[in-house]
């Protein structure tokens, strides 16, 4: 059974990071790529962020390009996602997410989910 826990969300004054963590457990961590969504009230889950399996590739979508960066610890099956220059925009509910293929920025791709953590960017 595959389990995903995210942990480092919390409130933050705008201008300042934070640090994501996802927890992997069960299944073979190094043979999936991950990636990480967000979801503010109202609005659509979205893509933030992937990670290939062995970490040389990556993709981010434009609104954090340059501010986050996605990485990953093979042997400690971890992901993680270093948020700068944090923005109220980005206020949402932060999710990891296990991708066994396909394409990186589509939520259906992606098959095991976290519970989230929440981020709360004040201006």
């Known amino acids: 059974q595959v389990q995903l826990v995210e942990s480092g969300g919390g409130l933050v004054q705008a201008g300042g990071s934070l640090t994501l963590s996802c927890a992997a457990s069960?299944?073979?961590?190094?043979?999936?790529?991950m990636g990480w969504f967000r979801q503010a009230p109202g609005k659509e889950c979205d893509f933030v962020a992937y990670i290939s399996r062995s970490g040389g590739i990556t993709y981010y979508a434009d609104s954090v390009k340059g501010r986050f960066t996605i990485s990953r610890d093979n042997a400690q099956k971890t992901v993680s996602l270093q948020m700068n220059s944090l923005k109220p925009e980005d206020t949402a509910r932060y999710y990891c997410a296990r991708n066994p293929g396909g394409r990186y920025d589509r939520r259906y791709e992606y098959d095991y989910w976290g519970q989230g953590t929440q981020v709360t960017v004040s201006s």
């Open positions: 069960g299944g073979t961590f190094s043979s999936y790529a």
